[in-house]
């Protein structure tokens, strides 16, 4: 009887709270991350019928075949340095194995915008490539310029590729070993075995990686803006800040939404249909160790890849913030907009950890097409262009709690609705390690929800939620287009500073908060790949 | 169960941190905007509104916050703010952003006294705006390169013969846009739709983003005449007096003898209408339109004062010595949206 009476209690209580926690909340996050995307659909709809069809004649053609060239060539260039770094790395034992990592992974530490602008001040004639190039091809040759499509594939790509390495190396250091094995006894040749074993197996992990650049791509302001190559974003920039009216970016806005859901899409759909399982005792491979030859060969190519992704980057700011500490321009104004940038991402990467916590828990629960919805919805930050989420922001709080308006709380939303996305995915991939039966044995021992969340739920899932934690630190700390619209007056970050100085040809001003930017990411970086090597162990 | 310790020790450290640091930021912030300094909307460089702000402040004592952007987009912010706004006084670097701010009624006037410091043509029609400091649309061309002596008037870099050789900004700049109001009032529409398509020809697709950098490639020969505001070129020979380059005042003579004359522009302030330091804003209008103030706008940036009594820098073609298209600088806002219509109606970068 009592425990027919506690099994009822039990049940109503867990009904209870998937109203209030799992239906309730998580439907409340996403209204949240819709603001920027009902932003542009009602202003698009407010586009007269000859605004669409001029927009439609003379822009979009150009548009998308700047875009989907760009977005094709960077994913190949991720493609060729991603894979092949990883690869090597987890097949060969090598000296220098452990650095080799970090200098792939540290290239995440420098914005695009950083990237251009280092890079097309050291092509000028009289930067250092410029003067390298002059002294190989002689004083009359032309030096090459970043002004054209090849130029922002080089930057993106260089400032993209380590988000394939990181997860194709992460697949790779789990696949098992028995396929390639039985490959070789079956007589293929070392080539062969990559091409026709190790690649397909790579596959979900290299289109995971590959997708998340394409994304970067599609919605980078910074790169495309300082090269002036004409992709939708920043024709949508240019048209917000050419004229009084919005609409004509909220349209150019829509059709970037439609093109990255399009491809979101397609991703998942070829990636659902690529499954591998495996025989359940896998080996983690051990790595051979590399022959003299080959430790040459992996290092010339791994070192002519962090040289231009790395190296050459960090020089120059080395060098140009050198100059501005001997001409005495590091003052407390300097460290105050390194205070403003730190305040900003560890609030904004806490605030976005818990926001995304109920989204990920309810599709990790359900896995229904609400679930999926939602998931989707919540993921406008990651596909529509800061200008615009900073625009929808702004044109909300006005028109509906127009109190918060210039003050902080401005900014934290919209880089938590920006990066909410980043949070969820990592959320939701540690979530499905919970089984429903671990969280009913908690409550049928008699924990609270409250209690049940706070020790079985979250210690499971703190990893995803550390990660997260990191991720969106690091793109907010490096994060601009939004900032400099939604910053409370005088608020200037790091990024601001180096977007001003750069605007203004500043090296010397621009170089220490770039300097700074990739200072302030290396614990935390550290953190994350610890937190990779011990799972991998 | 030491798992979730860890875990909740570490959650509280975020969290005292996260608090630690909010409540210093949060406090330091609200010491450096506390509510008496003047808030400045800035769409002009830092390095030239830096200066005369350091000289107001310290003749005036009054404590200033610059809060920098574009001049179109910090217009956009402030419309969309309205009476929420911050800012007390507008910077732009171009009279047609002025004019519209005023169109929208964003703008509170000056005092007549204030404002008769400078000329009538430089100023907004209620007082609403001042022009700071003027500049004129030049060429710049190499002295080195053959067969430039036909090159008389801007419309001559849709010349055939110019082929991949002009330098040209890209079409969201301040000034080119302003440029081309001009010569789209002067010359008419279509005149000036077939002259964007031959830049768009001429210049092969590659447009500069820096004005420094067309004078660069045209000192270096890369390209042969380039489009810029004239104070880039004297900035450039400052740094290099040897560079093969000179300074081509444009349509200052035609065959029909009614030449066009240059395209001019202005940088300039105004107080908003929503400014709670109305007072402190005046004394910042009345700086910069001093004598005192307009001499650091000509030293600084080797721009044309927009006061009589006080003269552009040495080097530079005095004014009344060419002549300056008959375009009201209003003009240069009213007719903004129509020059970036007929701009991308022709699909420039």
């Known amino acids: ?537 | 169960m030491s798992n979730i310790t860890v875990l909740f020790s570490r959650l509280f450290k975020i969290f005292t941190v996260t608090i630690l640091v909010a409540s210093t930021v949060v406090y330091s912030g609200s010491v450096m905007s506390a509510g008496d300094s003047l808030v400045i909307y800035s769409g002009r460089s830092d390095k030239f509104v830096k200066p005369v702000v350091a000289a107001f402040t310290k003749a005036s004592g009054i404590k200033v916050v610059i809060h920098t952007g574009s001049s179109t987009s910090l217009l956009n912010k402030l419309k969309l703010e309205k009476a929420r706004t911050d800012a007390d006084i507008f910077i732009s670097n171009d009279a047609g952003n002025l004019q519209r701010g005023n169109t929208a009624g964003l703008f509170a006037p000056v005092t007549n006294k204030i404002a008769a410091a400078i000329k009538p043509q430089f100023r907004g029609k209620e007082n609403n705006w001042l022009g700071l400091s003027a500049r004129a649309r030049v060429l710049v061309v190499n002295t080195k390169a053959k067969d430039t002596d036909f090159i008389q008037s801007v419309f001559d870099l849709a010349d055939p013969r110019l082929e991949g050789k002009i330098a040209i900004t890209h079409s969201s700049n301040e000034s080119y846009i302003a440029g081309v109001t001009v010569y789209m009032l002067s010359a008419g529409k279509e005149r000036t739709r077939a002259w964007l398509k031959g830049l768009k020809q001429n210049s092969k697709g590659r447009v500069y983003n820096k004005h420094r950098k067309i004078v660069k490639a045209v000192a270096r020969g890369k390209k042969v005449v380039g489009l810029v505001n004239h104070y880039y070129i004297y900035r450039y020979l400052n740094k290099n007096p040897n560079a093969p380059i000179r300074i081509l005042m444009p349509d200052q003579e035609s065959e029909d003898g009614k030449p066009m004359g240059i395209a001019w522009n202005v940088a300039g302030a105004a107080i908003t209408k929503h400014s709670k330091h109305k007072d402190l804003a005046m004394k910042f209008m009345a700086y910069v339109s001093s004598a005192e103030g307009q001499k650091i706008f000509a030293e600084v940036n080797r721009e044309y004062p927009t006061r009589d009594d006080v003269p552009a820098a040495s080097m530079l073609p005095p004014v009344g010595s060419f002549k300056v298209a008959p375009v009201s600088m209003y003009k240069l806002g009213e007719e903004r949206n129509a020059t970036i219509d007929l701009i991308e109606s022709v699909g420039m970068p």
């Open chain 1, 1 to 537: 009887m009592s425990l027919a009476v506690h099994y009822k209690n039990f049940t109503e209580s867990s009904f209870a709270q998937r109203i209030t926690l799992r239906s309730g909340l998580a439907p409340a996050v996403v209204v949240l991350a819709a603001i920027p995307l009902i932003f542009v659909i009602y202003s698009s709809g407010q586009l007269s019928t000859g605004g669409w069809l001029s927009l439609w004649t003379q822009r979009l053609p150009e548009l998308l075949w700047n875009t989907l060239t760009l977005s094709v060539l960077v994913a190949i260039g991720c493609f060729i340095l991603g894979v092949s770094a990883a690869y090597w790395i987890s097949r060969r034992d090598f000296v220098g194995r452990k650095l080799s990592i970090w200098l792939m992974v540290l290239p995440l530490t420098i914005p695009t915008y950083v990237f251009a602008y280092i890079y097309t001040s050291l092509l000028e004639d009289e930067g250092w490539l410029g003067q390298l190039w002059h002294f190989i091809f002689g004083a009359q040759s032309v030096v090459p310029e970043l002004y054209n499509v090849l130029g922002v594939t080089f930057v993106l790509s260089l400032a993209g590729f380590s988000y394939v390495f990181l997860l194709v190396r992460g697949a790779l250091s789990v696949s098992q070993r028995e396929f390639e094995e039985v490959a070789r006894l079956h007589g293929l040749n070392s080539f062969q075995v990559f091409w026709r074993v190790s690649l397909p197996l790579m596959r979900p992990a290299i289109a995971a990686g590959l997708a998340l650049v394409v994304l970067h791509t599609l919605s980078d302001f910074g790169a495309v803006s300082m090269l002036r190559y004409q992709t939708f974003t920043l024709s949508i920039y240019m048209q917000m800040n050419g004229r009084d009216s919005y609409e004509a970016a909220a349209g150019l806005s829509l059709v970037l939404v439609f093109l990255s859901l399009t491809f979101l899409i397609l991703e998942r759909f070829f990636r659902n249909r690529q499954r591998y399982y495996g025989s359940g005792k896998t080996r983690h491979i051990q790595p051979k160790k590399a022959t003299r030859l080959e430790t040459i060969a992996i290092w010339f190519w791994l070192g002519l890849i962090s040289i231009f992704s790395f190296i050459l980057p960090l020089a120059w700011m080395l060098s140009w913030s050198w100059q501005a500490l001997v001409d005495g321009l590091i003052t407390s104004v300097f460290w105050g907009y390194v205070g403003n940038s730190l305040f900003i991402s560890i609030a904004a990467a806490t605030l976005t950890v818990i926001i995304g916590l109920p989204v990920a828990l309810y599709h990790a629960r359900k896995r229904s097409v609400l679930s999926q919805f939602y998931l989707h919805v919540s993921s406008v930050g990651f596909v529509l262009p800061g200008p615009v989420i900073a625009l929808g922001i702004l044109a909300f709080v006005l028109a509906v709690v127009p109190v918060i308006y210039g003050g902080f709380i401005v900014l934290l939303l919209a880089m938590t609705i920006r990066f909410l996305p980043l949070a969820i995915q990592a959320e939701e991939s540690a979530a499905q390690q919970l089984t429903p039966s671990i969280e009913q044995a908690g409550r049928s021992l008699g924990a609270t929800a409250w209690q049940n969340l706070r020790r079985v739920t979250l210690p499971i899932i703190r990893g995803g939620m550390m990660s997260a934690w990191v991720l969106v630190f690091i793109d907010t700390l490096k994060e601009l287009p939004a900032t400099f619209l939604l910053r409370p007056t005088g608020f200037d970050t790091l990024p601001v500073r180096i977007w001003i100085e750069a605007s203004e040809e500043m090296l010397e001003l621009a170089a220490p908060s770039a300097l700074f930017l990739v200072i302030g990411t290396l614990p935390i970086l550290w953190f994350l790949m610890r937190e990779q090597t011990d799972k991998n162990r």
